[in-house]
């Protein structure tokens, strides 16, 4: 019975090491923005521009990129650097801005410019 009992500790315990979160876990990898405001992309913004593609990378140097790609083909790209603890995200852009964001196991939420972002790792 103490046998049975020690192995399922041991795999509770291994399902917690999964979470990107966890003692073990990273928050680096490449996300894909899937909601804007809760909305599916493509996204379409009050000036009539469509976003229709985002992809946010953390690296685990600490620093960050994040492309955003429109219909009027066109990109923008933002890099800086981040902060984590444990799973709680702070980015500090190059041009100065700096915002929340948070990862829960595959997603990742940042609020940026009156925007909630919903990524979800690749």
């Not at 923005?33 to 946010?56: A, E, K, M, V, W």
């Not at 083909?73 to 799973?87: I, P």
């Given at each position: 019975?103490r046998?049975l009992a020690?192995?399922a500790?041991?795999?509770?315990?291994?399902a917690?090491n999964s979470d990107?979160?966890?003692?073990?876990?990273s928050?680096?990898g490449?996300y894909e923005?899937?909601?804007l405001?809760?909305?599916?992309?493509p996204?379409?913004?009050s000036s009539?521009l469509r976003?229709i593609?985002?992809?946010?990378t953390?690296?685990?140097?600490?620093?960050?990129?994040?492309v955003?790609s429109?219909s009027?083909?066109s990109?923008d790209?933002?890099?800086?650097?981040?902060t984590?603890?444990?799973?709680?995200l702070?980015f500090?852009?190059?041009?100065?801005?700096?915002?929340?964001?948070?990862?829960?196991?595959?997603?990742l939420?940042t609020v940026?410019n009156?925007f909630?972002?919903?990524?979800?790792?690749?």
């Amino acid at each position: 019975m103490r046998r049975l009992a020690m192995f399922a500790l041991a795999a509770t315990l291994a399902a917690c090491n999964s979470d990107a979160t966890g003692p073990n876990g990273s928050v680096s990898g490449t996300y894909e923005l899937r909601t804007l405001n809760g909305q599916p992309l493509p996204y379409t913004f009050s000036s009539g521009l469509r976003l229709i593609d985002n992809d946010l990378t953390l690296y685990s140097d600490g620093t960050y990129e994040d492309v955003s790609s429109y219909s009027d083909g066109s990109t923008d790209v933002d890099e800086g650097y981040y902060t984590d603890y444990n799973g709680a995200l702070t980015f500090y852009s190059t041009t100065g801005f700096v915002y929340q964001g948070s990862v829960t196991r595959d997603i990742l939420t940042t609020v940026y410019n009156g925007f909630t972002h919903v990524f979800e790792r690749d």
